[in-house]
């Protein structure tokens, strides 16, 4: 908690101080700082972190260990979810690298709307960490899905419709919420 705290007393002075001197070099630099931070506490996270970070390494490992085939067709996991698992498991058979390819799929898709679209770099930030960050702690999949929507969103804004309807069929894969969006 004191970390988080501390995080966002740097994303609120570090940040106003980017503002006031109006240069946009500064200003990426800090949003950068503020997400490479983000990825690496979400990513290198224990097992003990967060309600459910045990059960999101307990799949992993049923997945790496079983593969696809043996698990139950009805389940409540995301075919696209657990697709991903058995991807990951293949290429390195550590539940950690779920939770950090998950993290960095959130900060990348949060960092690029931010960047793309926000005309307050420090606030973004702030209500990113203070509402969102903390949350995909326990979370990862729903806001994973909704940063991959980020992404459709913009394909869909450069009129790229093959790749939007990819992109939002492989967030929908992800987790069924993102097809609200």
Same mark, same amino acid.
């Given at each position: 908690m004191v970390t988080l705290t501390l995080y966002m007393a740097y994303i609120a002075i570090i940040g106003c101080l980017a503002e006031v001197s109006n240069s946009d070099l500064a200003r990426k630099a800090y949003l950068k700082s503020v997400f490479i931070f983000a990825f690496l506490y979400s990513a290198l996270r224990g097992p003990s972190v967060g309600i459910d970070t045990i059960q999101y390494n307990r799949i992993f490992s049923n997945i790496a260990e079983n593969g696809l085939a043996v698990l139950p067709r009805n389940t409540e996991m995301e075919k696209g979810y657990m697709f991903l698992c058995w991807l990951l498991s293949k290429v390195i058979n550590n539940p950690q690298i779920i939770i950090a390819v998950t993290s960095g799929v959130i900060c990348l898709g949060f960092y690029t709307i931010i960047k793309e679209y926000s005309e307050d770099y420090m606030l973004s930030s702030l209500i990113f +960490?203070? *509402? %969102?960050? *903390? +949350? *995909?702690?326990? %979370?990862?999949r729903q806001y994973m899905a909704l940063a991959i929507v980020f992404f459709a969103m913009k394909s869909a804004f450069q009129k790229e419709k093959i790749k939007t309807i990819i992109l939002l069929a492989l967030a929908v894969s992800i987790h069924y919420s993102a097809a609200i969006f």
């Open positions: +960490v203070a *509402t %969102v960050f *903390t +949350v *995909t702690l326990n %979370v990862a």
